[in-house]
C-alpha cells in the first residue's frame, strides 16, 4: 500500500493539487519537472517549501502537482502553497504517527 496525500494551493483564481507519494525526491508541475518552470525569476519562489525545509525532507517524496486558472504568479504562489502543504500533511500523516509509538 503506497502512501500518499492529496492537497490543494490557491492563490487567487489559480488552483494547484499536489499528490505526494513515495518515491525518490522528484517534483513535477503538470507533467515537467519543477525546475523547468517559466518564468525564471519566479521559480526560486516555487523552491522556496524545499529551501526552507531542506532537500532530505523530500528524498523520499514524489510530488506531482496540476496547475489551472489564474495568471503566471498567481499559479506559481499555488505550487508553493501546494508543495508546503503536502509535505506537511504527509510528514503529519505517516512520518509523525509512526515515531509517537
Given at each position: 500500500?503506497?502512501?500518499?496525500?492529496?492537497?490543494?494551493?490557491?492563490?487567487?483564481?489559480?488552483?494547484?493539487?499536489?499528490f505526494?507519494?513515495?518515491?525518490?525526491?522528484l517534483?513535477?508541475?503538470?507533467?515537467?519537472?519543477?525546475?523547468?518552470?517559466?518564468?525564471?525569476?519566479?521559480?526560486l519562489k516555487?523552491?522556496e517549501?524545499?529551501?526552507?525545509l531542506g532537500?532530505?525532507?523530500?528524498?523520499?517524496?514524489?510530488?506531482r502537482?496540476r496547475?489551472k486558472?489564474?495568471?503566471m504568479?498567481?499559479?506559481?504562489?499555488?505550487?508553493?502553497s501546494?508543495?508546503?502543504?503536502s509535505?506537511?500533511?504527509?510528514?503529519?500523516?505517516?512520518v509523525?504517527?509512526?515515531?509517537?509509538?
Open positions: 500500500e503506497s502512501q500518499s496525500v492529496q492537497v490543494f494551493g490557491k492563490k487567487k483564481t489559480a488552483t494547484a493539487c499536489a505526494a507519494k513515495q518515491g525518490r525526491g517534483i513535477k508541475v503538470n507533467g515537467q519537472p519543477i525546475e523547468n518552470i517559466e518564468p525564471e525569476c519566479l521559480r516555487a523552491f517549501p524545499v529551501l526552507i532537500q532530505d525532507k523530500f528524498a523520499n517524496l514524489d510530488i502537482i496547475v486558472g489564474g495568471g504568479t498567481a499559479q506559481i504562489y499555488a505550487i508553493r501546494a508543495i508546503a502543504k509535505i506537511v500533511a504527509y510528514y503529519a500523516k505517516y509523525d504517527e509512526s515515531s509517537k509509538n
